[in-house]
């Protein structure tokens, strides 16, 4: 109560707070990303926005006022000075190339810009501006900025205006995200919230839980906010993951009082149910926690942020749930309990559990050879699996931004670059007519290239030798160097080393294997220029933001299975320590790898591909269908220790579990399915594959699991060790133990002479709790 105010102030903050960009996925220890930032460095952020509309013509002096604007205007200014790196107009580079020194023709300077700053009409242009570091950080100011700008000085109308690049990824994932939080986080909340009070059967009862869950909620977004964490749009999905999971020990404590409460006080009904659930519910938020911890390895900040601050949030989780919801419970609980008789889940041949148990038993063997054989066959499919973060697999087809990536595309030219530098050191011996074949011989390599659509050489901005010499190549060098510096495309280092880009352009939107592209590019590079690199210190190396989404795309593959591996092996350690022995722990692990190896497996075989918010799911829905197994298992062994025989005591854990997993199954995929409309596509198919997940495992868990305890290897969980099997019978307080109670009056509901009422309307425990449905 006191750290509310905190709480609250935490949680709004980090709810408007917004650093999404698919560049900030990888942080600046990513070698990769060094190399990317090293480029940029010398010749720019990749960090650009691309603007055209219908009408932006070479021809059209507007745009001199549109650019002059983007330069000077003190919107565009920061403390520190001009928020952009540069501005490159297609108008003012075309009168570059046919004004002093190069004096080119007009037909000469459009084929020499067409595919990237003219387009194929020769008419058609557009405005690049690239962000320095501090105008990324406002890029959602100076977006609309440009928008306003374009339409005031050139008249493009803004449903006319079409902006790309990466720039507008990050933007455009920004407004994603928000819209995703406001539009659906309140949706996700309010079906929890129903289904809740539906499966409870109790309003009292379903506001507890979800008071509880958005206390939960609450905690973890103020910590993400305390720590100088910011939301990003992976971020999102935390505050309903932890709101859900919260539900779900919920779901199992009030359940386990529901079991009590009609033959028992209040009082005792809680102490109750806190003593059979506080083992499960901590090993389920350890083991949750280890899960979603095991994304710390990943190489990728994104990802890491969001394994940490959840396994955080999971851990505040059940300390609130075993803290507050019992004394919650018993304040808010009634009087007095209705009256029914025992529950016996040996008399009830008909019931749903029975039938179920009695299925599993005939055909256990069947069920878990299928099991086994249905994980190896699918699994198999895993190593088939093949990542990617392509602006599609970001935003929908019909998404505004992929709309304007296409027109762009249509009417400029392709939108992603290929890097490649020439470096040559200070002491190089190389004549100037030499750089220049090595720089043409670059340019050939790459318009070699079947998915390169158009090439930008520093050779195009030098004039034509019909007959090449050392002087005259030193002459053109020389005096066109003004002009391909000032379009960044030659830079010296502090240490005279001289380096030339070239810049090919391929589709963004095309079917184009990236990866195969970087690697089919080095292979020709070194082919072609064998006899030149490493000739007098000369170095060719692939840069920019094709190479580096090459690594991002590789660190995602490997990042599943590092994480899914790191997660069992954590997992398994802790249920082979809680069922004290390494095969049981192994056993009791199956039902929890199942549900990831066979839909990553199934994936690999469709030939899906994985994307960043797929690659959460794995290790998050292995913690979480522990949580589950664990409840199952518990109960299991407790009625194992009060001495039943096995196929009573699964069909007890049926009985007093099963209604309370499929519970937190419909209430945490009705919640999870709100997320599944979002716009950003990550945060969709993480919802999408949740609820696949969550569905599997409790399959795992109702069919596979009992199928493995009713069979041979079921018995090796008869192996308790008596100090476990004496602590178990201690609490093993099943309600078929007690005796029967008097229908009038009962000492223990409400002290001596009490009489006991039937619950009123509206109270905690609902007047039919012992009837289980399904």
């Given at each position: 109560v006191i750290a509310s105010p905190w709480i609250v102030a935490g949680t709004m903050t980090a709810l408007e707070s917004n650093a999404n960009s698919p560049l900030d996925w990888v942080d600046d220890g990513f070698a990769p990303r060094q190399k990317y930032d090293r480029f940029s460095d010398q010749f720019g952020s990749a960090d650009v926005v691309v603007i055209s509309w219908p009408g932006c013509r070479i021809d059209d002096p507007r745009l001199d006022t549109f650019v002059r604007s983007l330069r000077k205007a003190s919107g565009f200014q920061g403390?520190?000075?001009?928020?952009?790196?540069?501005?490159?107009?297609?108008?003012?580079?075309?009168?570059?190339?046919?004004?002093?020194?190069?004096?080119?023709?007009?037909?000469?300077?459009?084929?020499?810009?067409?595919?990237?700053?003219?387009?194929?009409?020769?008419?058609?242009?557009?405005?690049?501006?690239?962000?320095?570091?501090?105008?990324?950080?406002?890029?959602?100011?100076?977006?609309p900025l440009i928008r306003t700008a374009a339409r005031h000085h050139c008249g493009a109308a803004m449903e006319n205006q079409h902006l790309a690049g990466p720039i507008m990824d990050g933007y455009c994932v920004d407004q994603a995200s928000q819209s995703t939080m406001h539009r659906f986080a309140p949706l996700a909340s309010i079906v929890a919230f129903c289904l809740c009070v539906f499966c409870?059967?109790?309003?009292?009862?379903?506001?507890?839980v979800f008071g509880i869950s958005l206390a939960c909620q609450a905690i973890a977004l103020s910590v993400l906010h305390y720590s100088g964490g910011s939301m990003t749009a992976l971020l999102i999905v935390l505050p309903p993951l932890i709101q859900l999971l919260a539900i779900a020990g919920g779901i199992h404590f009030v359940n386990y009082y529901f079991e009590f409460a009609p033959r028992t006080s209040p009082a005792t009904a809680v102490r109750r149910a806190l003593r059979i659930a506080w083992v499960p519910c901590l090993l389920s938020a350890a083991t949750t926690a280890i899960g979603l911890g095991s994304l710390a390895v990943s190489g990728l900040v994104a990802v890491r942020e969001f394994g940490i601050y959840a396994a955080i949030g999971v851990i505040a989780t059940v300390a609130i749930l075993l803290s507050f919801l019992p004394g919650a419970v018993l304040w808010?609980?009634?009087?007095?309990?209705?009256?029914?008789?025992?529950?016996?889940?040996?008399?009830?041949?008909?019931?749903?559990?029975?039938?179920?148990?009695?299925?599993?038993?005939?055909?256990?063997?069947?069920?878990?050879?299928?099991?086994?054989?249905?994980?190896?066959?699918?699994?198999?499919?895993?190593?088939?699996?093949?990542?990617?973060?392509?602006?599609?697999?970001?935003?929908?087809?019909?998404?505004?931004?992929?709309?304007d990536y296409a027109w762009i595309e249509q009417n400029v030219g392709s939108m992603v670059p290929i890097e490649v530098i020439a470096s040559f050191p200070a002491h190089s011996n190389q004549s100037a007519l030499d750089k220049m074949e090595t720089l043409r011989q670059i340019e050939t390599v790459l318009r070699e290239l079947p998915t390169v659509d158009a090439v930008t050489s520093p050779l195009d901005f030098m004039p034509e030798l019909s007959d090449p010499d050392v002087q005259s190549a030193s002459q053109a060098m020389g005096f066109s160097r003004p002009i391909v510096a000032n379009f960044n495309f030659v830079n010296t280092s502090d240490g005279g080393i001289e380096s030339w880009r070239t810049t090919a352009y391929t589709s963004a939107l095309g079917k184009d294997d990236y990866v195969r592209l970087v690697s089919d590019l080095d292979d020709l590079l070194a082919r072609t220029l064998a006899n030149r690199i490493g000739d007098d210190g000369l170095r060719i190396e692939t840069s920019g933001l094709m190479p580096l989404v090459h690594e991002i795309q590789r660190q995602l593959l490997a990042d599943l299975f590092a994480s899914f591996v790191t997660a069992f092996i954590l997992i398994a350690g802790v249920m082979t320590i809680v069922?004290?022995?390494?095969?049981?722990?192994?056993?009791?692990?199956?039902?929890?790898?199942?549900?990831?190896?066979?839909?990553?497996?199934?994936?690999?075989?469709?030939?899906h591909r994985i994307d960043i918010g797929s690659i959460m799911t794995a290790s998050v829905a292995m913690g979480i269908a522990v949580d589950d197994t664990l409840h199952f298992l518990n109960y299991f062994e407790r009625e194992l220790a009060a001495g039943k025989p096995r196929r009573d005591a699964v069909l007890g854990a049926y009985t007093h579990c099963g209604r309370a997993m499929i519970q937190t199954t419909l209430i945490c995929g009705g919640g999870f399915a709100m997320f599944a409309f979002s716009d950003f596509v990550p945060t969709a198919r993480f919802a999408w594959m949740m609820i696949l997940l969550l569905v599997a495992a409790l399959v795992g868990d109702l069919i596979i699991l009992p199928a493995i305890l009713l069979g041979r290897a079921g018995k090796r969980f008869d192996c308790v060790s008596p100090k476990v099997a004496d602590d178990m019978k201690e609490t093993a307080v099943t309600i078929e133990h007690y005796a029967p109670v008097d229908t009038s009056i009962s000492d223990d509901a409400g002290g001596p002479g009490t009489r006991i009422r039937q619950a009123p309307a509206g109270s905690l425990t609902p007047v039919r709790a012992p009837r289980r449905r399904v």
């Open positions: 403390p520190d000075g001009w928020l952009f790196h540069h501005v490159t107009c297609g108008r003012q580079t075309h009168a570059a190339l046919t004004g002093a020194p190069l004096s080119l023709s007009t037909d000469e300077a459009t084929r020499r810009l067409c595919g990237t700053l003219i387009g194929p009409d020769g008419q058609t242009t557009c405005v690049v501006i690239g962000f320095t570091k501090s105008g990324l950080e406002q890029r959602g100011r100076l977006v409870l059967e109790s309003l009292i009862a379903g506001c507890l808010l609980g009634p009087n007095h309990a209705p009256i029914t008789g025992p529950v016996d889940s040996t008399s009830h041949g008909s019931s749903v559990w029975h039938k179920l148990t009695a299925w599993v038993e005939r055909h256990g063997g069947f069920v878990s050879v299928s099991a086994c054989l249905l994980m190896i066959g699918l699994g198999l499919g895993v190593s088939r699996l093949e990542a990617s973060v392509r602006i599609e697999t970001l935003f929908g087809q019909g998404s505004r931004l992929l709309s069922h004290a022995g390494f095969v049981t722990g192994l056993l009791s692990m199956i039902p929890n790898v199942f549900p990831a190896m066979t839909l990553f497996g199934l994936l690999g075989w469709c030939g």
